[in-house]
């Protein structure tokens, strides 16, 4: 039989943290080594007691998951963390996996799962909670890159539809009332805003977009 997978549970809930402990220790092959409700004390257990997981919340008083995963990861590499926690912020996630998390898993998810997640970080696998996954995904495909167009003025597009009509100037400041000077100067900051050296290429970028 292999030897249990040790773990320390630091979080600032008393009731939560003692039921992760519960559930765990109620698996054959989990021993819950310690618990500690802050970051500031995790870093001195964990090199203490070198457990095989850490399982992290983000939000504590004091030193913050975050950080206490970070000073964790460099002073025992040996130790896996994992952070459980509720928030679903895309920056958290990615601070966490920057500083040295091998999984970032939601406190909703179920005692089996949880257990499951920690036997995988432990071989060596990495994780996210699928559903957090999934909602980042989501909002990176439709939140490409903005479109160059909607960057400019109600002025300033006025003066590039024209110009994608084919008008001059001069013709686009007597379709709008306004001197030839003051189109050039519009102009000017048009094709700045659409990164394009010339008026046919903002013409052609005016004509994809009508």
């Known amino acids: 039989m292999s030897e249990a997978i040790r773990v320390l549970i630091v979080d600032d809930h008393p009731l939560f943290r003692e039921g992760v402990a519960h559930s765990l220790a109620a698996e054959p092959d989990f021993d819950v080594v310690g618990q500690v409700a802050d970051g500031d004390h995790a870093l001195a257990l964990v090199q203490e007691l070198v457990p095989d997981v850490v399982l992290l919340d983000i939000a504590m008083p004091g030193r913050g998951g975050l950080v206490a995963a970070g000073q964790i990861a460099a002073a025992c590499p040996a130790t896996r963390i994992v952070m459980l926690t509720v928030s679903e912020h895309e920056d958290d996630l990615l601070a966490a996996f920057k500083a040295g998390a091998r999984a970032y898993v939601l406190k909703g998810v179920s005692a089996r799962e949880l257990s499951r997640v920690l036997r995988a970080v432990v071989a060596g696998d990495v994780y996210v909670s699928p559903s957090l996954a999934a909602r980042i995904l989501v909002e990176h495909q439709h939140s490409g890159p903005p479109d160059p167009v909607e960057q400019l003025t ?27 000077k003051t189109i050039k100067g519009y102009m000017s900051n048009v094709l700045q805003k659409l990164h394009v050296r010339s008026r046919v290429e903002a013409a052609l970028l005016a004509a994809r977009d009508r």
């Open 154 to 180: 109600v002025r300033e597009r006025e003066v590039l539809m024209l110009l994608a009509e084919g008008l001059t100037n001069r013709e686009i400041g007597a379709r709008l009332h306004l001197a030839e």
